[in-house]
């Protein structure tokens, strides 16, 4: 019984993320896992795996738009490489949190053995995220954290990041379950219920403090140019392509910034000279810091291969290659088996190269423009450097990908998310949506329709200062999850160094 609830839930969890955002099935998913681990002495692995399988598998089932109906796989094929993609992302960020839960655990239901093991479970939860940040180039997409952005959990984003209010909101669940297991011992019962509110209250006072203060308020337009993806990079589409985001930016050049989504120019930078070189006279003469996306071509050696840019012209100044890559979108592992199995593995662009980790801002009249293109906005730590010396965040990306599916939805969370942590606003420039203007908090001031072609016009405002987390990052809250593993690793050790009976 229990292998068929731990992927129902998995799949529960998501729905605490958007576009649902009902948090409180996050807190029962997340309680109800840790109730499963303590019925059962062994399996935990496996457990934890199924669970992934249903995390993942509903959380990440926009994988299946791009692969079957841009990589033109068939409803067979695309359904088997999503389930192995779900069961590959399950085992590398589920599955140990099972496996070392196991081997670490103590023996037994006594509250202070309960107690030890729920601080453990928190440890490994919050450990497991972070691991989702880097390893294998990291998945870091289903936190918890991310459904509480409109709670007033969110409290705790600008202090420990989406890692450490991930963490404090598992401890949360685990508290209450541990009522439920030690019901019949007082003590524990008002400990578990102090526990998994002190959370909450604390981040309830942290709402009220503002660690950042406005400065300047300038005009910014984001183009939302809706370009049909199979059209998209085909050689004829390339000059209507640039005459849409033309058109619908004739009315908005007075703007301080002017932001195009990614590749909405299709043409390579070499062949297209004489477009950016008036483009850029346009911005000059206007005054204006105009940024938009475009596909580069460079020298690896003796040969050349693609990377996403995004550049500034006019007022804006700068060149930002896309760091962060999407497997099997943006480059492909085993390519040299998977090369050729559908389109999607064969366009241009999953052959591309990273920039560089340390690559500057942009620069504007306003101060640095901190960018991300698409996907990697979902890593905290890598926009976290870059907001530290930033006025404002800035987001390019096209989900045009995923179609009508939740991803786009999830995707403009997480962008929401890294406003929040670093006390900044952020101006999201998008294909087909959600193109938005986000406040320092987190909260959308102004979005554009999905699927329509259209110009958002709106202020931002520049902020002064920086938050907790931009200056001090995750490393506390890494410290404190690894401390979680102390209690069970003691009682372990006191059990084996009692004498036999």
Avoid at 49 to 69: D, M, P
Avoid at 165 to 186: K, N
């Amino acid at each position: 019984m229990n292998w068929l609830l731990a992927p129902v839930l998995g799949a529960l969890f998501c729905f605490g993320l958007a576009p649902f955002d009902q948090w409180w099935w996050m807190l029962l998913s997340i309680g109800a896992l840790f109730l499963l681990f303590m019925q059962r002495d062994t399996g935990h692995a496996w457990l934890a795996w199924a669970y992934g399988l249903g995390k993942f598998g509903f959380g990440a089932s926009w994988v299946y738009v791009s692969i079957h109906e841009y990589g033109n796989a068939s409803p067979a094929l695309a359904l088997l490489l999503v389930v192995l993609f779900t069961a590959l992302t399950a085992f590398l960020f589920c599955w140990p949190l099972g496996w070392l839960y196991g081997r670490l655990r103590n023996a037994g239901r006594t509250p202070g053995v309960v107690w030890r093991n729920a601080i453990l479970f928190v440890g490994l939860w919050g450990l497991l995220d972070w691991t989702a940040t880097w390893l294998l180039t990291g998945f870091p997409w289903l936190y918890a954290g991310n459904g509480l952005l409109d709670t007033v959990f969110s409290g705790w984003l600008p202090v420990v990041g989406i890692l450490g209010t991930s963490a404090l909101f598992a401890l949360s669940a685990v508290a209450l379950s541990v009522v439920l297991l030690c019901r019949q011992h007082w003590p524990s019962i008002a400990a578990g219920l102090g526990v998994a509110l002190l959370p909450w209250l604390v981040a309830w006072g942290l709402m009220k403090v503002e660690w950042v203060t406005p400065a300047n308020t300038h005009t910014v337009a984001l183009v939302q140019g809706n370009l049909d993806q199979n059209l998209k990079w085909q050689r004829d589409q390339a000059m209507p392509n640039v005459r849409r985001h033309v058109e619908l930016s004739a009315d908005h050049w007075d703007a301080d910034l002017l932001i195009w989504p990614e590749a909405a120019i299709t043409f390579y930078p070499q062949q297209a000279e004489d477009l950016l070189e008036q483009l850029a006279r346009q911005a000059s003469e206007t005054q204006t810091a105009f940024v938009f996306g475009i596909p580069g071509i460079t020298q690896i050696g003796d040969g050349y291969q693609f990377q996403n840019l995004a550049l500034g012209v006019g007022l804006a100044r700068g060149r930002f290659a896309k760091y962060h890559l999407v497997p099997f979108g943006e480059y492909v592992p085993f390519a040299f088996a998977l090369r050729g199995l559908i389109d999607f593995f064969d366009l241009p662009m999953s052959s591309s190269v990273p920039g560089r980790r340390d690559q500057p801002n942009l620069h504007t009249q306003f101060g640095e423009l901190a960018m991300a293109i698409c996907y990697e906005v979902a890593y905290p730590q890598s926009m976290r450097r870059k907001a530290a010396t930033a006025s404002v965040l800035a987001t390019i990306s096209n989900d045009t990908w995923f179609g009508e599916s939740i991803g786009p939805l999830q995707h403009m969370q997480l962008a929401r998310v890294r406003a929040r942590e670093n006390g900044r606003w952020l101006l999201r420039a998008t294909n087909n949506g959600v193109t938005a203007i986000v406040n320092h908090q987190g909260h959308i001031v102004a979005q554009l329709p999905q699927f329509q072609a259209d110009t958002l016009r709106g202020e931002f405002t520049v902020m002064q200062g920086i938050t907790p987390y931009t200056r001090h990052g995750s490393l506390w809250v890494l410290i404190g999850l690894a401390l979680c593993l102390l209690p069970a690793i003691g009682g372990i050790f006191a059990a084996r160094l009692q004498p036999q009976k």
